[in-house]
């Protein structure tokens, strides 16, 4: 009894690997079901859209049409969702933005061709615009107008996994303007395809919105207010950053020396070294990083990884101080500039009436008038 007890309560040579990878092969097919239904759905939606688009013009219809057919959808469907007024004009304006795609249906195939947009087509391949959620598609239509930017945005949400709402967010503060814009010394000291990619990874300026900062603040503050914003603080870094630590300890020389911000990237495959800094750039700065990317290089990379690489985030980089500071130093080493929020510091937020205070105030004088 006892055996068959410890049999149980104790798993036998090989069984985590078991488990393990039969949990691998779940997730796997689940992420591969719901990319599926996605599909589909997406699918689905343009069909209806190229249906209504190609009846509209055969008999003349209106947009009337369509209040009609959500109404007549919900009596004959009532458990079907997503068919809305609202959702199935997104449907006709995602085929009309889109009357290339190939997955189309046999029976829209036989009465009509779609118009050929070579152009757009080579934009919007089927397999990527299938791989987006369709709310994310709604946004991209409606805030997106110029077509490559549209599919600048639509690559990079497949690419970093953006929700809907950092989509909107990476829009609204024109990410593509930023991607890439940092001065660096990369195509001199790494191999092309590697300084291509590093550079299309640092953005300038990076946009910390989520904290509120007073003019004097100190450095040390918005180290601490990223770090609490720790989450934030990656997404605005973008994918593949892993943080490692803050006032990172090195010991050289019987000195102490500490990194502000220490990250590896997943996907380059190396250390990066954050330096914060309030004001304007100065070229001693460029010796500092030198100095950390090298001690990182000497007791942290393994013999698998990339050249560790610097990034100086500064108020106002003078980008031509910064080119030459960066010409005669060994180690890839970038500049970038940051921006805080534009929000009001919260102590004088909290001098400030409340919505519901100014209202009260309002009600009463208009009470008093009226008296």
């Given at each position: 009894?006892?055996?068959?007890?410890?049999?149980?309560?104790?798993?036998?040579?090989?069984?985590?690997?078991?488990?393990?990878?039969?949990?691998?092969?779940?997730?796997?097919a689940?992420?591969?079901?719901?990319?599926?239904?996605?599909a589909?759905?997406?699918?689905?939606?343009?069909?209806i859209?190229?249906?209504?688009?190609?009846?509209?013009?055969?008999?003349?219809?209106?947009?009337?049409?369509i209040p009609?057919?959500?109404?007549?959808?919900h009596n004959?469907?009532?458990?079907?969702?997503?068919?809305?007024?609202?959702?199935?004009?997104?449907?006709l304006?995602?085929?009309?933005?889109?009357?290339?795609?190939e997955?189309?249906?046999?029976?829209?195939?036989?009465?009509?061709?779609?118009?050929?947009?070579?152009?757009?087509?080579?934009?919007?391949?089927?397999?990527?615009?299938?791989?987006?959620?369709?709310?994310?598609?709604?946004?991209?239509?409606?805030?997106?107008?110029?077509?490559?930017?549209?599919?600048?945005?639509?690559?990079?949400?497949?690419e970093?996994?953006?929700?809907?709402?950092?989509?909107v967010?990476?829009?609204?503060?024109?990410?593509h303007?930023r991607?890439?814009?940092?001065?660096?010394?990369f195509?001199?000291?790494?191999?092309?395809?590697?300084?291509?990619l590093?550079?299309q990874?640092?953005?300038?300026?990076?946009l910390f919105?989520f904290?509120?900062?007073?003019?004097?603040?100190?450095?040390?503050?918005?180290?601490t207010?990223?770090?609490?914003?720790?989450?934030?603080f990656?997404?605005?870094?973008?994918?593949?950053?892993a943080?490692?630590?803050?006032?990172?300890?090195?010991?050289?020389?019987?000195?102490?020396f500490?990194?502000?911000?220490?990250?590896?990237?997943?996907?380059?495959?190396?250390?990066v070294?954050?330096?914060?800094?309030?004001?304007?750039?100065k070229?001693?700065?460029?010796?500092?990083?030198?100095?950390?990317?090298s001690?990182?290089?000497?007791q942290?990379?393994?013999?698998?990884?990339?050249?560790?690489?610097?990034?100086?985030?500064?108020?106002?980089p003078?980008?031509?101080?910064?080119?030459?500071?960066?010409?005669?130093v060994?180690?890839?080493?970038?500049?970038?500039?940051?921006?805080?929020?534009?929000?009001?510091?919260?102590?004088?937020q909290?001098?400030l009436?409340?919505?519901?205070?100014?209202?009260?105030?309002?009600?009463?004088?208009?009470?008093?008038?009226?008296?």
């Amino acid at each position: 009894m006892r055996d068959d007890l410890a049999r149980m309560t104790t798993p036998p040579e090989g069984y985590a690997s078991l488990l393990g990878d039969i949990k691998h092969r779940i997730r796997h097919a689940q992420t591969r079901a719901i990319l599926a239904v996605n599909a589909e759905l997406i699918r689905l939606y343009w069909g209806i859209g190229a249906l209504i688009d190609q009846r509209q013009k055969r008999e003349g219809w209106g947009a009337g049409i369509i209040p009609r057919l959500a109404r007549d959808l919900h009596n004959e469907l009532p458990k079907e969702k997503g068919f809305s007024e609202r959702n199935i004009k997104r449907m006709l304006a995602f085929y009309r933005e889109y009357p290339h795609l190939e997955f189309v249906p046999q029976t829209v195939a036989q009465t009509e061709t779609p118009p050929t947009v070579p152009h757009a087509a080579a934009l919007f391949p089927a397999k990527l615009v299938q791989a987006l959620p369709w709310g994310h598609h709604a946004e991209l239509i409606s805030k997106v107008k110029d077509l490559p930017l549209r599919q600048w945005y639509m690559q990079a949400a497949v690419e970093h996994g953006w929700s809907r709402n950092v989509l909107v967010m990476q829009i609204e503060s024109a990410a593509h303007h930023r991607q890439g814009k940092a001065t660096s010394n990369f195509a001199q000291r790494l191999p092309a395809p590697e300084s291509d990619l590093v550079q299309q990874t640092l953005k300038d300026p990076y946009l910390f919105d989520f904290l509120t900062l007073e003019a004097d603040f100190h450095e040390r503050e918005l180290e601490t207010g990223l770090v609490a914003h720790i989450e934030k603080f990656l997404l605005e870094l973008g994918q593949g950053f892993a943080f490692v630590g803050r006032q990172y300890h090195i010991d050289i020389g019987e000195q102490d020396f500490y990194i502000d911000l220490l990250f590896y990237h997943l996907n380059l495959r190396c250390y990066v070294v954050i330096e914060l800094k309030r004001g304007n750039f100065k070229p001693e700065y460029a010796g500092k990083m030198n100095f950390y990317c090298s001690v990182v290089d000497d007791q942290l990379r393994h013999k698998n990884d990339h050249p560790t690489i610097g990034l100086i985030l500064c108020q106002q980089p003078n980008r031509i101080l910064a080119e030459y500071a960066l010409r005669g130093v060994d180690k890839p080493i970038g500049v970038s500039s940051y921006e805080l929020t534009k929000a009001l510091p919260a102590d004088l937020q909290s001098s400030l009436p409340s919505i519901e205070q100014i209202e009260r105030e309002l009600s009463d004088s208009e009470g008093a008038a009226s008296r």
